[in-house]
């Protein structure tokens, strides 16, 4: 192969049986292609079909690949369909999916149960095969029960229980045959003699394995501890230091450990297929997690597929961290390091040569430029020697480079990995860097900070600089909460740096978030609520956690004030408390805002009647229901009512809850005996007539959501002709729904109902404003607002300007919800459309799969405060498409990933370019001028150069160059040449014999 490249694996590859592997063997037990629609083209689809297909073939002759797919275009998809094409052909192949924490674990768990929809399945051999593990015992008892087991990596970096110390200290101690005083003796070192030995025979390893199943396994794993551990295992501290070697507390804690991870890598199966999910995660080799990863899988598993857009991302070196793991495979040959280490080498060279090539182009004049452009479109071999020195000079760094490209790099490159690229991304992200100045006031902060910092330098102060002023651009809380700022022991040198904290502590300490004045915390807070008044969500990134909470501080302060503005439309002269709940004195006093809420929540109001749906506009559509038949109804209902055992409360006052199924009731009984006329679907006619109906509700379950209370009254009211007539209106909020609510489950149709009932008359949300300003158009007295009248009017609200938008939100939210499972629309019920907030953030505690489900919908929260916690492994695209780096990092990785959050496949732009191709996903840097982060954006745009052009994309030399003036860019035709080409074109291969 070109650049010194040899083949010495030994091929234990994966053949299809009988059929060439191609698309139509795949398609044949796979099909990707039934999520093809109009959010995820087919094209994309097969591109996911032509990875899988390709990471087959790499899999016959090495023992992994790396999926480096651009973030968001599906490497979990592909991966899965990997793992589909190997358990297919060998059934009882196990596989192990670690993924970097326990929230992804869920996400895993998701994406398999979603390939076994039965409304569009992909792969049904995933059905029943997998469970999760939270626990290195868990993780032991899952592969052995299970083909499929998914575990988050840092159980291997998880705290070491005392219990687990002492089995382990007692089992090599058992078997190195000491006497009772030696085991003594080293105990009494260890811990100070906190633990004590134990029977290892009697106590359970990991608390959960017997004796019986640890004993056959007990030799190997003392083995390989020995051998593998070397100086760093119990065997060679004995030898070495004896009795006083175990008074080391880390050595001995460092070497049971490794002995921890041998026998569990005893006790587990052998895998097929090892699937890493971020594999970058893994890149610090001596991390413990990827310690315990190496240890315990070594020889473990036949392949691997590693998931990362970024295999790398401050060096290429991180690449060979990558790769070492695939070293660990059954499969593996013994010079795979030494293969990865020369493409290291190569890709050293061509970032040399590359630099040469800019250096000689940055000289190049309009001239020279014009020339190379017109000899490449004739020679692009580059063979032609030109007579020109200065043109000469650039073609031999050409010629050089491309020739790096083509016979090195790029084959050396496609060995390991399949990376697809956005290649219309440049078009349509836009990037918004507004470069702000603390004027007048609110620049003294930073003329103090720039004062103390400039001390800290002369004074060579050991204080992390570069942190300490990514605080105070990040906004005043994060310095005022800094360790520098807030530490009373922090030690400074000699001179102005102590007058300068104290002054800086004092004006920080003054400057609280609800005055405002950050320039940066301003603009983002003010940028974030412009995009709520469009209806657009915003995600915003921040690694300060006070600059966390102080942006959503602000963000609620802020809406606060807006929706008072909005009340005050429809009561000019209210006052905060006239509008909101507050506490006077510690009672609770209601305001407008609570007071109506209740009545549309209350059944005792004939408002309840307007946000719930009423079926006879929506189940039984057809069925007129009129003159005598209407009387028939009434009584039929009233008959339905008196049946009815109930509370105190709802005997003595009309319950509209009740008044609405008995009526509902008494017409379905009458369309099921044929008294009345219409085509109603059976099911719904079977719950509609059913006993527990009027009692439970459509859902037919004692739930939180529609249930009556017991009790042992009967109603004293009656239901009348007009109570009816509120119930049978046929136009109302869902009955111009009712396409969008055929497709929720009958299960959860009421709670869907209510949950967005409750939604719509939040705090937080402008409905009630906006509803009452149309009402006093139309003459309502907002001021008494009288129940029946006001019913009629939001019946009518939602086909007119200003009910247009709510009515089309809850569209969208229950198409969205339809492309959900049962579980996960549960979820995004009980908890996000719950919530009602429009700002959240990650906070300790929060799950960031409840985070992702709620900020998925296109409801509240319109805007998402996230640390890095948020910014790898979860989608967030499909109701965003802007983002707000309000820290940056020095990392271009980990901007690009914050990004990939929202640029997916079937992501909102991506809905929306295709019916305005000028949309664009907004990417936002607020940068404070003259500050370091302008330092950080120029370090960051540098290094992202070599993180694009060696993974794929064209070079971007006029964006990237080094020089003083601007570089003119390279010809077209040349830098498409230099690509390096990883995309998955695969060949099709016959199987063996």
Known sequence: MPGGWTVSFVSTGLRAPMERRERTWLRSFLHLDARADSTVPLRDIERQEDTVLRALELFDDQPG??????????????????????????????????????????????????????????????AGQSKTASTLAELVAATRETRITIAPVNIFAGSRSLADQAWLLSLWADAQGLAGNQVAAIFRRYREGAVARVDVEQQAFLDTFEWSVIRPHVREALKRHKQRAGEGSLDALWKSEEYDGFANQRWVDDALMDLRFRLVGQLIPDFDLLIVDEAHKLKNVDSVRATGVRTVFEGRFDKALFLTATPFQLSVDELKQVLSLFALARSAPADLMEQAQRLLDDVGDYKQAYNELERVWSQADEAVVSDFGALFARDPQLVEEPADASLRAVVLCARRLLSLKTERIEPGFRRWMIRSLREDKRVYRRSHRPRLRAQGGAGVPFMLYERFIAELFRGKSRTHKAAVQINMVSSYGAAREGALLSSERQALPDGDAEAYRGLLRSVVGELRVEQGGHPKVDHVVRDALEAVARDEKTLIFCARIETLRELKRRIEAEWEHHLLERWRKVFPAASHGDIFEHELDGKRVDGHHSRLRDRFGRAQDALYLALRERYTGTLLEGVVVEGAHLELVIERANGLLRQQRVSKTQAERMDWS??????????????????????????????????????????????DVEDSAEGDRTPSWTIDAGDAALVLRREHLWSYLKGALFEVPPELRVRTVERLASYLVARNVPFLPELLAFAKEQGVDVEAVESRALSSVVDRFWTTPRGRPWFELLKRFLIYAGKLDEERRREVLDDAVRAG??????????????????????????VLVANEVMQEGLDLHHHCRRVVHHDLAWNPAQLEQRVGRVDRLGSLVQRLRARQPDTTLDVHLPLIANTIDERLERTVRLRERWLEFLLGAAPRIEEYGLADDPLKPLPDAFAQALRVELGPVAKARLPDG
């Open 65 to 126: 690949v790396v999926l480096a797919d651009e973030v968001g275009m599906g490497k979990t998809y592909e991966a899965l369909g990997v793992l589909a094409a190997r358990l297919h052909v060998l059934p009882d192949a196990r596989a192990l999916i670690l993924t970097p924490g326990p929230d992804l674990n869920t996400k895993w768990s998701k994406e398999l149960r979603a390939f076994c929809d039965t409304s569009r399945p992909m792969y049904r051999g995933f």
């Open 658 to 703: 009740l008044v609405k199924r008995c009526v509902e009731q008494a017409v379905a009984l009458f369309v099921r005996d044929g008294v009345l006329a219409g085509d109603v679907d059976p099911e719904v006619l079977r719950r509609l007539t059913d006993a527990r109906f009027v009692a439970l509700g459509f859902d037919l379950v004692a739930d």
């Open 837 to 862: 907030a429009l700002v959240r953030h990650t906070v300790e505690g929060e799950s960031r799969e409840r985070l992702r489900e709620a900020f998925n919908t296109p409801l509240y929260p319109m």
